[in-house]
């Protein structure tokens, strides 16, 4: 009995001395990493016009160091809405999403491939410098602020001081190929004035130089083949609305980590319905067509 008594003591000795070193080796690594966190040097964001130059620079030497760069395309169908003779087609509505749906699941248009550094598709000849507007964002953190002792200082209100600081060297780049002008005010009902603004494109002979040119249009008829009992496109036109490429950039290692083009559009297609849906005759539908094409980087691990 005593001697299982020993054995429980120690063993219980024995696992709180574990558990004591195990903490003080979490404690410690947590220490090390916010030490060495705090000895990164945070390096100035570029402005928009040297964010250009930048984005196109690292762009160039993360192609040569890459170890793989990985190319993926597809379209995003949001919902439509349908007009017959410039009204509203009702119930009909329902039905357009089911067709989406149908034609969305068997995904048009996607696919995905590994890239060389000699072929880039879209990256290859793409200057951020013709974006209508460069934003350049970084990570922020908000950190105590502290007095010359290494206390927190505090408000009147006895709340400690924080300041929004940069946290890391990670540079988010936006690039947008649209304005947004103001067209009109309106007063509602509480009596305040709003802004109706519109969103203008830029012309689509840019767009399709950035953002790749339109699909071709057989092509897209015929991924209609699989709702054919429902309906039958007659044609579509396109226009485009706030299309933007963005893009992750390491400052301190001078590489992208990812970019992403983003082409939206509004589609309006001239329908006749068949089958169960042929009472509706010919009808517009309207909808709003995203298509995404990112490219991944993946790097050597470090040593």
Same mark, same amino acid.
Request: charged content about 30%; some cysteine; hydrophobic content about 40%.
């Given at each position: 009995?005593?001697?299982?008594?020993?054995? !429980?003591?120690?063993?219980?000795?024995?696992?709180?001395?574990?558990?004591?070193?195990? /903490?003080?080796?979490?404690?410690?690594?947590?220490?090390?990493?916010?030490?060495?966190?705090?000895?990164?040097? !945070? *390096?100035?964001?570029?402005?928009?016009?040297?964010?250009?130059?930048?984005?196109?620079?690292? *762009?160039?030497? /993360?192609?040569? &160091? %890459?170890?793989?760069?990985?190319?993926?395309?597809?379209?995003?169908?949001?919902?439509?809405?349908? &007009?017959?003779?410039?009204?509203?087609?009702?119930?009909?509505?329902?039905?357009?999403?089911?067709?989406?749906?149908?034609?969305?699941?068997?995904?048009?248009? #996607?696919?995905?491939?590994?890239?060389?550094?000699? +072929?880039? #598709?879209?990256?290859?000849?793409?200057?951020?410098?013709?974006?209508? +507007?460069?934003?350049? +964002?970084?990570?922020?953190?908000?950190?105590?602020?502290?007095?010359?002792?290494?206390?927190?200082?505090?408000?009147?209100?006895?709340?400690?001081?924080?300041?929004?600081?940069?946290?890391?060297?990670?540079? #988010?780049?936006?690039?947008?190929?649209?304005?947004?002008?103001?067209? $009109?005010?309106?007063?509602? $009902? @509480?009596?305040?004035?709003?802004?109706?603004?519109?969103?203008?494109?830029?012309?689509?002979?840019?767009?399709?130089?950035?953002?790749? $040119?339109?699909?071709?249009?057989? %092509?897209?008829?015929?991924?209609? @083949?699989?709702?054919?009992?429902?309906?039958?496109?007659?044609?579509?036109?396109? /226009?485009?609305? $706030?299309?933007?490429?963005? /893009?992750?950039?390491?400052?301190?290692?001078r590489i992208v980590t990812f970019v992403k083009f983003e082409k939206n559009m509004t589609v309006a297609a001239q329908v006749t319905c068949l089958g169960k849906l042929a009472e509706y005759g010919d009808v517009t539908v309207t909808f709003p067509l995203t298509k995404t094409v990112e490219y991944s980087f993946s790097y050597p691990a470090a040593e």
């Open positions: 009995m005593k001697k299982a008594l020993r054995n !429980i003591i120690v063993f219980l000795l024995i696992a709180a001395v574990c558990v004591s070193l195990s /903490s003080c080796n979490v404690f410690r690594t947590m220490r090390e990493n916010a030490e060495r966190a705090s000895m990164i040097e !945070i *390096l100035e964001s570029p402005d928009d016009a040297e964010a250009a130059k930048t984005f196109r620079d690292l *762009l160039d030497a /993360s192609a040569g &160091q %890459a170890d793989a760069i990985n190319e993926d395309v597809s379209y995003r169908a949001g919902n439509p809405s349908i &007009q017959k003779d410039g009204e509203d087609a009702g119930l009909l509505d329902d039905a357009a999403k089911q067709i989406r749906d149908l034609i969305m699941e068997a995904k048009p248009g #996607h696919s995905s491939e590994s890239l060389t550094a000699d +072929d880039l #598709h879209l990256l290859k000849t793409f200057d951020p410098a013709g974006a209508k +507007d460069i934003i350049v +964002d970084r990570n922020y953190d908000n950190v105590k602020v502290t007095d010359d002792k290494g206390n927190e200082t505090v408000d009147e209100n006895g709340e400690v001081i924080t300041e929004r600081v940069v946290g890391d060297n990670i540079l #988010h780049l936006t690039m947008e190929y649209f304005t947004t002008v103001v067209t $009109d005010t309106k007063t509602n $009902d @509480d009596g305040e004035t709003e802004d109706v603004t519109e969103i203008v494109p830029e012309d689509s002979a840019m767009l399709n130089d950035v953002f790749g $040119d339109e699909a071709d249009k057989a %092509a897209v008829l015929k991924a209609f @083949d699989a709702v054919a009992d429902y309906v039958k496109v007659n044609d579509y036109t396109v /226009s485009y609305t $706030d299309s933007r490429v963005t /893009s992750d950039l390491s400052l301190d290692e």
